[in-house]
T-cell receptor, first 110, second 114 residues
Framework: KQEVTQIPAALSVPEGENLVLNCSFTDSAIYNLQWFRQDPGKGLTSLLLIQSSQREQTSGRLNASLDKSSGRSTLYIAASQPGDSATYLC?????????FGTGTRLQVFP | DAGITQSPRYKITETGRQVTLMCHQTWSHSYMFWYRQDLGHGLRLIYYSAAADITDKGEVPDGYVVSRSKTENFPLTLESATRSQTSVYFCASLGRTGVGQPQHFGDGTRLSIL
């Protein structure tokens, strides 16, 4: 059974820092991987989707990488801002279904 | 407006009652999904549908019923609500699998069962 782990569970950093969120999975036979952002009391916003044939995707200050052989994905956030404070979730596609990690709660303070 | 909408946003009910959560999408996506989100468990798949009249169980289907008579709607029914079903429920949709399309999520329904 595929298991998805996100470390750390919570992270608090000062504004301006570059940071890395980690996502590990046990079964490398995945299709795609998607990173989401969730604000308190809100739904999920898709940030980046990496197809299984890709190594990374970039959008603005965000960069996500995928290494299937080692069972890892990372989300890199450059020059963090207070508005980046949220919970970040990674999720793997098992054919058409998503398997979620438990998330990293990020707080960026001024 | 185009998108995926869930209703109601908040619901309080009592144990044993039947309650239906609605999900509507305007993209004509083939796939639709229901998840629940609980502290300590993250998001877990309840049911999903690959097309109208096709549904399948996810990880935690017990106590739930779904139907999909129209592509755009995917209601989730709790036939006899229990306190363990208190949760935040999210609906999602997906156009096609295997081609790098992301799932799109609604804003959720916060359900409390007393």
């Amino acid at each position: 059974k595929q298991e998805v782990t996100q470390i750390p569970a919570a992270l608090s950093v000062p504004e301006g820092e570059n940071l890395v969120l980690n996502c590990s999975f046990t079964d490398s036979a995945i299709y795609n991987l998607q990173w989401f952002r969730q604000d308190p009391g809100k739904g999920l916003t898709s940030l980046l989707l990496i197809q299984s044939s890709q190594r990374e995707q970039t959008s603005g200050r965000l960069n996500a990488s995928l290494d299937k052989s080692s069972g890892r994905s990372t989300l890199y956030i450059a020059a963090s801002q207070p508005g980046d404070s949220a919970t970040y979730l990674c999720a793997l596609y098992n054919t058409d279904k998503l398997i979620f990690g438990t998330g990293t709660r990020l707080q960026v303070f001024p | 407006d185009a998108g995926i909408t869930q209703s109601p946003r908040y619901k309080i009910t009592e144990t044993g009652r039947q309650v239906t959560l609605m999900c509507h999408q305007t993209w004509s996506h083939s796939y639709m999904f229901w998840y629940r989100q609980d502290l300590g468990h993250g998001l877990r798949l309840i049911y999903y549908s690959a097309a109208a009249d096709i549904t399948d169980k996810g990880e935690v289907p017990d106590g739930y019923v779904v139907s999909r008579s129209k592509t755009e709607n995917f209601p989730l029914t709790l036939e006899s609500a229990t306190r363990s079903q208190t949760s935040v429920y999210f609906c999602a949709s997906l156009g096609r699998t295997g081609v790098g399309q992301p799932q799109h999520f609604g804003d959720g329904t916060r359900l409390s069962i007393l």
